[in-house]
């Protein structure tokens, strides 16, 4: 008589845990707002992403138990919709069996996609999420964010015309849309550092993220006198307030455009208009970092497009999550996250360390916008120009 194998509890849950297509590659995942509003930062994440799986199957892929593997890589448009992005990665993780995922940019479409990642154990590597906004959701355990601090980008702006010492009446008017990192550098962090530098607050003024009119608000920036003008709004709307500025007669002597300033698709649209706008950032080709002239030339050789910093990070999550399944030499969830955490690499946006809330911070620089490009005006031992000023 034959007799029956009961399988063990351990036997049944590698069965039912065992990736998909382990003999044959390596499936990762990305939602990504390749439409909508922010589909000029979807763009640049897309090829940061594609490019380093390209190398690491240029280099004979990745070795799982002894075989090396390709990786490929599904990205889902989440077309600038929060609950596309959870929808995706729940796609992504059931659907493609993706084993590891990177996120798409901005909070709203971060952090939706990454509470899915949590839920399901599934590491993921992401840029694109300031701090506060990823620090402040949950105490992660999958999921990893290199990015800035958004203290260091609301300051930046503040020290770099202090130390420019240029003059102004140092009245300022704040308007920023109610998105989550709006409302923490344009509601919460500009107020109080107007106050520890002298500045006075003559408006304040918050607007929905689909907002398209700013008439209102930029006269009463105008009409209270305001020499500088602090923003924080996604690029279709930064392009029109820009625009309205220039419409109403307005002529602040500085003008500072948080997170719509900063792809390459603002200064397209606006020409000229673009110039003088100041807007964080945390990497340019120019930085001291293995691989950053050559990174910026390959996407331009690339696309004959101009570049943008977010290539940068989005290539290093990237590199940062194969290089922790290659560490792994596995393809679950457990080895994997922890290779990610053991990260300590100079990279192209700098030195990669996560801290222990899963957060690897990035050093910030003010650069402006010159001719068409942008320029690091601060600080000096980073800077490539000198300040325009005042605003053109």
């Given at each position: 008589?034959?007799?029956?194998?009961?399988?063990?509890?351990?036997?049944?849950?590698?069965?039912?845990?065992?990736?998909?297509?382990?003999?044959?590659?390596?499936?990762?995942?990305?939602?990504?707002?390749?439409?909508?509003?922010?589909?000029?930062?979807?763009?640049?994440?897309?090829?940061?992403?594609?490019?380093?799986?390209?190398?690491?199957?240029?280099?004979?892929?990745?070795?799982?138990?002894?075989k090396?593997?390709?990786?490929?890589?599904v990205?889902?448009?989440?077309?600038?919709?929060?609950?596309?992005?959870?929808?995706?990665?729940?796609?992504?993780?059931?659907?493609?069996?993706?084993?590891?995922?990177?996120?798409?940019?901005?909070?709203?479409?971060?952090?939706?996609?990454?509470?899915?990642?949590?839920?399901?154990?599934?590491?993921?590597?992401?840029?694109?999420?300031?701090?506060?906004?990823?620090?402040?959701?949950?105490?992660?355990?999958?999921?990893?964010?290199?990015?800035?601090?958004?203290?260091?980008?609301?300051?930046?702006?503040?020290?770099?015309?202090?130390?420019a010492?240029?003059?102004?009446?140092?009245?300022?008017?704040?308007?920023?849309?109610?998105?989550?990192?709006?409302?923490?550098?344009?509601?919460?962090?500009?107020?109080?550092?107007?106050?520890?530098?002298?500045?006075?607050?003559?408006?304040?003024?918050?607007?929905?993220?689909?907002?398209?009119?700013?008439?209102?608000?930029i006269?009463?920036?105008?009409?209270?006198?305001?020499?500088?003008?602090?923003?924080?709004?996604?690029?279709?709307?930064?392009?029109?307030?820009?625009?309205?500025?220039?419409t109403?007669?307005?002529?602040?002597?500085?003008?500072?455009?948080?997170?719509?300033?900063?792809?390459?698709?603002?200064?397209?649209?606006?020409?000229?208009?673009?110039?003088?706008?100041l807007?964080?950032?945390?990497?340019?080709?120019?930085?001291?970092?293995?691989?950053?002239?050559?990174?910026m030339?390959?996407y331009?050789?690339?696309?004959?497009?101009?570049?943008?910093?977010?290539?940068?990070?989005?290539?290093?999550?990237?590199?940062?999550?194969?290089?922790?399944?290659?560490?792994?030499?596995?393809?679950?969830?457990?080895?994997?996250?922890?290779?990610?955490?053991?990260?300590?690499?100079?990279?192209?946006?700098?030195?990669?360390?996560?801290?222990?809330?899963?957060?690897?911070?990035?050093?910030?620089?003010?650069?402006?916008?010159?001719?068409?490009?942008?320029?690091?005006?601060?600080?000096?031992?980073?800077?490539?120009?000198?300040?325009?000023?005042?605003?053109?």
């Amino acid at each position: 008589m034959l007799r029956r194998t009961v399988p063990t509890a351990a036997l049944l849950f590698a069965l039912f845990t065992a990736p998909v297509g382990l003999a044959d590659e390596i499936v990762i995942g990305a939602s990504l707002p390749l439409s909508g509003a922010l589909a000029s930062f979807g763009a640049f994440q897309r090829w940061g992403y594609e490019r380093a799986v390209a190398e690491a199957n240029s280099a004979g892929g990745i070795a799982i138990g002894g075989k090396r593997l390709p990786v490929r890589i599904v990205i889902r448009d989440d077309k600038t919709d929060a609950n596309v992005s959870a929808g995706n990665v729940e796609t992504l993780i059931s659907r493609e069996k993706a084993v590891a995922l990177l996120g798409s940019c901005t909070p709203a479409l971060v952090n939706a996609g990454a509470l899915v990642a949590e839920r399901h154990r599934v590491p993921m590597v992401t840029g694109c999420d300031p701090r506060r906004a990823f620090t402040g959701v949950r105490q992660w355990k999958y999921v990893w964010d290199l990015f800035f601090d958004e203290a260091d980008l609301a300051e930046a702006p503040f020290k770099a015309i202090t130390e420019a010492g240029v003059a102004t009446n140092k009245r300022v008017a704040i308007l920023h849309d109610n998105g989550p990192d709006g409302q923490v550098v344009g509601g919460q962090l500009w107020p109080e550092l107007a106050k520890k530098y002298g500045w006075e607050v003559v408006v304040s003024a918050s607007f929905p993220v689909d907002n398209s009119q700013f008439t209102s608000i930029i006269a009463d920036a105008k009409s209270n006198g305001a020499d500088i003008l602090l923003v924080d709004a996604i690029t279709p709307q930064a392009v029109s307030i820009r625009k309205q500025i220039a419409t109403a007669g307005y002529r602040p002597k500085v003008l500072v455009i948080e997170k719509g300033a900063e792809p390459a698709q603002f200064g397209t649209a606006l020409g000229a208009l673009a110039d003088g706008v100041l807007v964080g950032g945390y990497w340019d080709p120019s930085s001291p970092y293995p691989g950053a002239k050559e990174l910026m030339a390959a996407y331009e050789r690339e696309t004959r497009q101009p570049g943008s910093q977010h290539i940068a990070d989005s290539y290093v999550a990237a590199k940062v999550l194969l290089a922790a399944i290659a560490a792994a030499g596995s393809l679950g969830a457990e080895p994997i996250d922890s290779a990610i955490g053991k990260t300590d690499a100079t990279l192209v946006v700098g030195p990669v360390r996560f801290d222990a809330q899963h957060f690897a911070r990035l050093p910030i620089v003010s650069v402006q916008w010159q001719k068409g490009k942008t320029v690091v005006v601060w600080p000096a031992a980073a800077a490539g120009g000198k300040l325009l000023f005042p605003v053109p």
